[in-house]
């Protein structure tokens, strides 16, 4: 288990235990998130994780830093040089921190980017995808 880290069988209660910094942080991803494509957010992996033809992005809060994810995040690197490559597929991160904004325009082109992929590429967690 991640460490302060919600457990949860549904959004409305992975939001609900959340407070203070990481839950206006989450609030603000998650509005942007939704506000860029329809997707449908599930909990798996114990986070947020939205599909639009496959897995496209999390959203994951810790106890001291949230990690906003996606898929083909190697391929979003010239939209935000924040997202960090890391783990399986082409995954890239941005850690959010106490005191670190929520740019909802950047967090918006950035999801609406990973959809086209998609929808380009298919399902990233797919061989040869």
Known sequence: ???GAPKADNPEDYIAQLDGWRLKAVEA???AVKAAAPLDER???????????GPVL?????????LFGFWRGKRLRHIEPRL???GKFELATMVLRAGDAVDTKIATELVRAAVDLNRELGDPSKPNA
């Open 84 to 86: 960090k490559p890391g």
């Open 29 to 31: 991803l998650r509005a």
């Open 1 to 3: 288990m991640i460490p």
């Open 43 to 53: 909990i798996k992996w114990t986070h947020l994780v939205y599909f639009s033809n």
């Open 58 to 66: 999390l959203i994951r809060a810790e106890a001291e830093r949230v």
